[in-house]
């Protein structure tokens, strides 16, 4: 039987027989039908619906039959269910009128680009103010951390640096020194159009050592190690652990965010000095590949090079990046609310801002050192 | 053609982990139209037993039947029964309107005024209309079990698994939830499969259920609840309903 809705009229009166089959596979037809239906009874003070003729019906049919009754029950129309004739599909026609939720008006967005901007702004003297709060906590930490010793989780610390460190260093050591092999081209080929070559051993100690070895070192470290961190902490708030803790008495910040913050702020620069090495030696390679400075050359031209003041330039920012990375994963994981979704925003927020925070700061440094003639 | 009166069949099932045995030679049938209790105490392998009877384990040894699907893990395509999972199990990203929505468009042609229509009166169905753009992470433990009943039913189901649904919930929740219950049983015609140990809960919805033991590997009784809980002579179905422990009995009855 073909699906299908008979509208019989006698007068302003009409009874309406639904056929064939009402269920989910033929909803999107069922749906038409009923709508066609609705604009056939304009005019019609009562309307009975017989559900004898009916093939099959499942909750999706007895839906759309329930809204057309409730939409013609709010036109004012009389409506009745034809009792007796198939009590199954009458009973869950019912059902799903009587539980028919009066739901609030959807509330109205302002969708505009310009609203949506200004909402953005709106936010941030909130979010600047929610980092602050956190760096203050956490720099209140510490001295509680050193006046009671057992409030940190001192045990993880090897473990933390094991994994942020030890792990982390094949990629950091392949990233400087694929960065050392990049000066050492760019500075053969800028510099010999000079005739000045034999400054190219200077060139590498001089860019890596004071800014592309702690930069590229803690961009790598926030990519992987801030994530990590940032998704650990996220998953344990929204699992209830941070709460556990601090029903334990233990403050999160104490417990979780200075190790790692340590952690960070150890491995970072013992990363970026391998890493330091690993780009001379890449530094060498490229100039020793296209170039006739033999290695011997090199090496001396770069034991030279390297100054107390430039590797000084470099060590004492790298702390700092670590510091800002595990700060920014910590924070960003502590914030998460919700379920794993939450996780999720947050780590891809702790990785952006991460590498964010260690440019600016990277950058602060230098123009700090430039201004004092380092 | 009537339908089979017998909706599952459970025929010398055996399952287990790795060379652990939960349970062995199990026979047993679920007929249709019916709310079924799987019961039992921690650990006795009911959870393991529904895993097998929606299919997301294959047995070793033994056979499932569902009428209509045959056996669940061999089953492709839209699933014909719903499962609500012990937390709900709702997409923590996805408002509960798009995880009530996602079976429907996965499975259906159907899509806009008419998807949202289904969605809203499901969710009308467990109590949670106002809520349809809510996240789950922003509902109560109890509304997020009754939206993953609202999402096993969106594809009308004929058949229902539920785990532990009212572990976890106050008790006004439990009851509502097993009003619930009854009324998808009684008035939507589903069979309804339920793992649990809830007491009050069994003696209010199930018609028949089956009672696994950790020790005996298997079903210790079946058969009506309320009838077990008067008369079974065997010590741990008594416990079990009864609520009292090896050690009391024993010195009752010593």
């Known amino acids: 039987m073909s699906l299908a809705v008979r509208v019989d009229r006698e007068g302003d009166r009409a009874i309406i027989i639904p056929t064939g089959p009402f269920d989910l596979a033929h909803a999107t037809a069922a749906a038409q039908t009923v709508e066609g239906t609705e604009a056939r009874l304009s005019g019609c003070a009562s309307v009975d619906v017989d559900l004898a003729q009916l093939d099959r019906i499942d909750g999706a049919g007895a839906v759309l039959l329930a809204r057309l009754l409730d939409r013609l029950d709010a036109c004012g129309r009389h409506t009745c269910v034809v009792e007796g004739h198939n009590p199954e599909a009458a009973r869950l026609i019912a059902l799903y009128r009587e539980r028919r939720a009066d739901r609030p008006a959807p509330q109205t967005h302002s969708t505009s680009r310009l609203a949506r901007i200004g909402a953005l702004a709106a936010q941030l003297p909130g979010k600047a103010n929610e980092a602050l709060d956190f760096s ?59 005739g000045a070559v034999a400054y190219v051993p200077e060139l590498v100690v001089v860019a890596h050592f004071r800014e592309l070895g702690p930069l590229v070192t803690a961009i790598v470290v926030a990519g992987r190690s801030g994530a990590g961190l940032a998704s650990e902490i996220a998953t344990m708030k929204v699992s209830e652990e941070i709460d556990a803790l601090r029903s334990m008495g233990l403050e999160p910040i104490r417990w979780l965010v200075v190790p790692r913050c340590l952690a960070l702020a150890l491995t970072v620069p013992l990363l970026t000095w391998v890493g330091d090495v690993l780009a001379l030696v890449g530094g060498l390679g490229a100039t020793a590949l296209i170039t006739h400075i033999t290695t011997r050359a090199y090496i001396q031209a770069t034991v030279n090079a390297i100054t107390g003041e430039h590797f000084l330039a470099g060590f004492v920012k790298s702390p700092f990046l670590g510091l800002v990375i595990g700060l920014v994963a910590c924070g960003q994981g502590l914030l998460a609310r919700g379920g794993a979704a939450a996780v999720g925003t947050r780590t891809t927020t702790a990785v952006v801002l991460a590498i964010f925070s260690v440019i600016v700061i990277s950058s602060l440094f230098t123009f700090f050192f430039a ?4 | 053609m009537p339908l089979p009166r017998s909706h599952i069949t459970v025929d010398n099932l055996s399952i287990g982990w790795g060379s652990r045995v939960l349970i062995e030679h199990v026979t047993f049938h679920v007929e249709r139209g019916t709310i079924f209790t799987i019961l039992g ?49 709702l997409f923590s990203s996805m408002t509960l309107a798009e995880n009530l929505a996602l079976p429907l468009i996965t499975w259906t042609p159907i899509r806009g005024a008419i998807a949202r229509e289904l969605v ?9 209309g106002p809520f349809a753009e809510h996240l789950p992470g922003e509902i109560s433990g109890g509304m997020k079990k009754r939206a993953g009943i609202a999402r096993a039913l969106m594809l009308e189901p004929d058949l229902l698994f539920f785990d532990e649904p009212s572990a976890g919930l106050d008790p006004i929740s439990a009851v509502e939830l097993d009003q619930l219950v009854l009324t998808l049983s009684r008035d939507l015609g589903i069979t309804i ?10 003696f209010l919805v ?49």
């Open chain 2, 41 to 89: 105490g921690s650990g006795c392998g009911k959870s393991s037993l529904l895993r097998y009877l929606i299919g997301l384990e294959q047995p070793g040894a033994g056979r499932i039947d569902i009428d209509g699907v045959g056996e669940p893990h061999r089953y492709e395509g839209m699933p014909p029964f719903g499962v609500l999972f012990q937390s709900g199990a």
């Open chain 2, 193 to 202: 499969v339920i793992v649990t140990h809830e007491l009050a809960s069994i």
């Open chain 2, 120 to 128: 809203q009166a499901k969710l009308d169905l467990v109590g949670l």
């Open chain 1, 371 to 374: 201004l004092i003639g380092i």
């Open chain 1, 136 to 194: 203050g906590r956490c720099a209140a930490a510490v001295p509680k951390a050193t006046a009671s010793p057992n409030s940190v989780d001192w045990h993880s610390l090897p473990r933390l640096m094991q994994e942020i460190g030890a792990d982390a260093l094949p990629v950091t050591s392949a990233a400087n020194l694929l960065v050392g092999i990049i000066i050492g081209f760019l500075g053969v080929s800028q510099l010999g159009r000079f």
């Open chain 2, 206 to 254: 199930a018609d028949h259920c089956i009672v696994l033991d950790k020790a005996a590997k298997g079903i210790v009784a079946q058969g009506d609840p309320r009838k077990l809980r008067e008369s079974s002579e065997i010590p741990f179905v008594h416990n079990f309903f009864t609520r009292s422990s090896p050690a009391a009995s024993a010195n009752q009855g010593g």
